[in-house]
Structure formats: structure tokens, C-alpha cells
T-cell receptor, first 116, second 110 residues
Framework: EAGVVQSPRYKIIEKKQPVAFWCNPISGHNTLYWYLQNLGQGPELLIR????????DSQLPKDRFSAERLKGVDSTLKIQPAELGDSAVYLC??????????????FGPGTRLTVL | GQQVMQIPQYQHVQEGEDFTTYCNSS?????IQWYKQRPGGHPVFLIQLVKSGEVKKQKRLTFQFGEAKKNSSLHITATQTTDVGTYFC??????????FGTGTRLLVSP
């Protein structure tokens, strides 16, 4: 069974440029998460989807970040324009459903973003 | 974003020594999860604790959930070099949202 797929694995851009990350969750997983992980820190939630609905985007900096999960399967996270402080690893995770009592999250390999 | 401190932040042990990391919350938790992230890798789920005072074991790993459901610990007996990585707790306060701790980085020397 394939795990969570993310692309690209690495991205280097100049500040003020746009960037997009793609995630394909495990088949059948209704819940999809985007996290940001800075070096030496734990993952911080940016947005959580239940199917195609964004149910928690309180931590998403909406002035420059946007996300979509149009068909309730794969998802795209975009930053426009990128700033130096956005350099981090962007992790995607999925789970069967956050309403379940047992809610193991499966993480993808992440996209390491470097903003110059 | 919100994060909770885990202690210690870093520990370097000799192979065969024990290791413990602690996760503390100021609020009562619905459940807590533990993840391991190898260097250069992504977090991998280890276990979920739900009940007050719950203790679960996975080979050399022992996980505990406090009686008040506000703290948890992960103990590794007789560490091995394969235990190297960062261990994160993920705290669920009941709003279907995991808040991850800052992690404890474990280094094991042979």
C-alpha cells in the first residue's frame, strides 16, 4: 500500500516568488493535514481537511498561504509571495477520520523549502 | 503556533542505558499520541494512550499516561543505536487537533 506522497521533495526559490506543494494522501483517508516543521521543532498544524472541507485553518497565514482539496483527495498548499521566514519543511499527513477515537496520522516525506 | 515543551530537549546516552522523555500539559487531554522521527525522516506513529493511568509496552518501549491525563512519558529500556531520533508527543485536547510537543532528540553512542 502506498503511503502519503508529496512533491516536490525539495524547493529553492527567491523571496517574493510563489511556490506550491502537492500531497496525495493514503487511499480512503478522509482527513488531510498540512503541517509546518521548523528545524528542531515539532510539526505545527496549518490546516486540516475533512474530505473537501477545511475544518480548521486557524493557524494558516491567510494573507500569503492558501490551500485546496477540491475533490476530497489530493491537496495543494500555496505560498504567494514567499518570505525568508517561510523556509521550513512542509509535511502532509492523512488519517482515516479525525472523528474516530483512534486517529493515527500517517505523514508524507515532506517538502523542504528554502527561500533565498 | 501552539507547542508544548518536552523534557529533556536532548539526551545523549551510551548504548544499553535507559532513556525517558516527558510531555506535560496544563489542560486535561482527551488522548495522547507518540511519534518517532528519524534524522532526515518524517514522524512515524508509535502509539496512542486514551485511559487515565494507562500503560502500554512495545518491546523495550513503555508508554504511560498520567492519572490526571495531563502528562505522559516514554521510557526506553536498554537503548540501541536504532533508537536514535526525535520523539514527539501529540496532545489531543478533544477538539480533534493534535498539538505536538517540541520533541526530545535522542542520540545513542555504540
Amino acid at each position: 500500500e502506498a503511503g502519503v506522497v508529496q512533491s516536490p521533495r525539495y524547493k529553492i526559490i527567491e523571496k517574493k516568488q510563489p511556490v506550491a506543494f502537492w500531497c496525495n494522501p493514503i487511499s480512503g483517508h478522509n482527513t488531510l493535514y498540512w503541517y509546518l516543521q521548523n528545524l528542531g521543532q515539532g510539526p505545527e498544524l496549518l490546516i486540516r481537511y475533512e474530505n473537501e472541507e477545511a475544518v480548521d485553518d486557524s493557524q494558516l497565514p491567510k494573507d500569503r498561504f492558501s490551500a485546496e482539496r477540491l475533490k476530497g483527495v489530493d491537496s495543494t498548499l500555496k505560498i504567494q509571495p514567499a518570505e525568508l521566514g517561510d523556509s521550513a519543511v512542509y509535511l502532509c499527513a492523512s488519517s482515516l477520520g479525525s472523528g474516530l477515537s483512534y486517529n493515527e496520522q500517517f505523514f508524507g516525506p515532506g517538502t523542504r523549502l528554502t527561500v533565498l | 503556533g501552539q507547542q508544548v515543551m518536552q523534557i529533556p530537549q536532548y539526551q545523549h546516552v551510551q548504548e544499553g542505558e535507559d532513556f525517558t522523555t516527558y510531555c506535560n500539559s496544563s489542560t486535561t487531554l482527551s488522548n495522547i499520541q507518540w511519534y518517532k522521527q528519524r534524522p532526515g525522516g518524517h514522524p512515524v506513529f508509535l502509539i496512542q494512550l486514551v485511559k487515565s493511568g494507562e500503560v502500554k509496552k512495545q518491546k523495550r518501549l513503555t508508554f504511560q499516561f498520567g492519572e490526571a491525563k495531563k502528562n505522559s512519558s516514554l521510557h526506553i529500556t536498554a537503548t540501541q543505536t536504532t533508537d536514535v531520533g526525535t520523539y514527539f508527543c501529540g496532545m489531543n485536547t478533544g477538539f480533534q487537533k493534535l498539538v505536538f510537543g517540541t520533541g526530545t532528540r535522542l542520540l545513542v553512542s555504540p
